[in-house]
């Protein structure tokens, strides 16, 4: 290798490591490791080492809108990133994430996670979120924020069953996983229960889509919440959810639901 070749693979180098340095941010915290990506939501969620999440992305809609939009760094302005440590006597790893973006026009929107991992073998692990839309215009803003979840249990894909109870809380099973989500509040205006492929096409359509209420699906489970919100001039508008993964009940270990419940105390 000439002295020329060298110092430009050294470039190199430094230029990816550079960009590696900014995402994608892994959170780390017991028996459990959440993924997101730079521009947008959650591309992973590993429990006990077993791969359990596809995606979790979030979309919006304006009222002037035709079609629905991801937040992302493409249609939006991503302003800020944090990662915290909130118990580093316990794990040093970073187990909190926020991200910030805008639209230019006076809509924030943040979302912020928190992975709470189970004790090593207990396959339980507990992600908290929040997601805050501010509007900082001086007039009423409406639109449609949505959240679109695409677990897949156990590292495979097409044989979950999956429901939604009270309107709220989505519960999907397979491998002896169970997974439950809880909007603590507020409770939904829709939501759709069905197969990744339809889920994802209501928000590539190019067009104004709603969901439909379907409340169960086997396969290929995917699902997706709809809020329809107005937010006053000033305002914000704040979603609390948690998802929670545990062995199926019945295969339930005592001494791991003690085990998360020692550390969630601990926090
Ligand atoms: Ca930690
Ligand atoms: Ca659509
Ligand atoms: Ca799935």
Do not use: C
């Not at 960009?19 to 459990?32: H, M, Q, R, T």
């Not at 992600?127 to 409406?142: D, G, H, K, P």
């Not at 989500?181 to 590539?204: A, I, R």
């Amino acid at each position: 290798m000439s002295k020329s070749t060298t110092v430009f693979a050294l470039a190199l180098i430094g230029l990816s490591s550079t960009a590696l340095a900014g995402g994608p941010y892994v959170l780390g915290d017991g028996n459990s490791t959440a993924t997101f990506a730079v521009d947008s939501g959650q591309i992973a969620w590993e429990v006990d080492g077993v791969s359990q999440l596809f995606a979790q992305e979030f979309y919006f809609r304006r009222a002037s809108d035709t079609r629905e939009h991801r937040v992302d760094s493409t249609n939006l302005s991503l302003d800020g990133v944090f990662t915290t440590d909130t118990n580093p006597f316990t794990d040093t790893r970073h187990d909190t994430i926020g991200q910030l973006y805008s639209d230019g026009l006076g809509l924030e929107i943040e979302t912020r996670f928190s992975l709470l991992g189970g004790n090593a073998g207990s396959g339980m692990s507990d992600l908290a979120e929040q997601i805050i839309l501010r509007n900082n215009t001086n007039a009423t803003m409406s639109l449609s924020f949505f959240q679109y979840v695409d677990f897949d249990l156990g590292g495979d894909t097409f044989d979950d069953q999956g429901r939604i109870v009270g309107g709220n809380t989505a519960q999907q099973t397979d491998n002896g996983i169970f997974l439950s989500e809880t909007v603590v509040t507020p409770l939904p205006t829709l939501f759709q229960m069905g197969s990744s492929n339809d889920l994802t096409s209501l928000f590539d359509d190019n067009a104004i889509s709603n969901l439909d209420g379907t409340v169960s699906y086997a396969g290929d489970v995917a699902w997706a919440f709809q809020w329809d919100i107005t937010i006053g001039a000033g305002q914000s508008f704040s979603i609390s959810k948690d998802k929670l993964i545990t062995p199926a009940p019945g295969s339930l270990a005592l001494l791991g639901a003690a085990g998360l419940m020692t550390r969630r105390r601990r926090r």
